[in-house]
């Protein structure tokens, strides 16, 4: 049986119905900054626990706990979460870190490097240009492994 992180990121301020239903069943919810308000963790945290970092758009009082970058250790496994990943300022793999979780580009980024998955979900929040709206969720198996999922929010509820 595989355990699920729903990993979101760039949302801006905005919530989409879509977003909700694709999080469901999701142990954790990591959001990779670019938050917009208080109120989308919130409404995420109404389906798991949520772990947040701090993107470049993110300013006020509400943000003052967020981190810029955050080691998060689920279930034995290592992720390095931060918003933009040109900020990177270790080697994940000399760290000992499984995953780097990363939004900022609004690009999905779905990838394997040395033992090391670089996962973007994109942007959940409103359209940039003409890139895709999405989320992610990422699947640890009780053997060790781990894959990323990319999930299009514009065909999730097709039938």
Partial sequence: MAHVL??????????????????????LIIHAGDIGTSGVLDELKRIAPVIAVRG??????WTDTLPEFELIEYRGRYFYVLH?????????????????????S????????HGVLY?????????RFKL???LGKIHLFEDGSMSGEWINLE???RP
Avoid: K, M, Q
């Fill in 132 to 134: 895709p709206v999405g």
């Fill in 84 to 104: 933009d990943l040109n900020t990177l300022d270790l080697d994940p793999v000399a760290a000992g870190v499984d995953a780097v979780i990363s939004g900022h």
């Fill in 106 to 113: 609004h690009r999905p980024r779905n990838e394997n490097r």
């Fill in 119 to 127: 996962f973007n979900p994109g942007s959940a929040g409103p359209r």
């Fill in 56 to 61: 470049n758009v993110d300013r006020g009082a």
């Fill in 155 to 157: 065909t999730f509820l």
């Fill in 6 to 27: 729903g990993i979101i990121s760039d949302t801006h301020g905005l919530v989409r119905p879509e977003v909700c239903t694709a999080l469901n069943g999701s142990e």
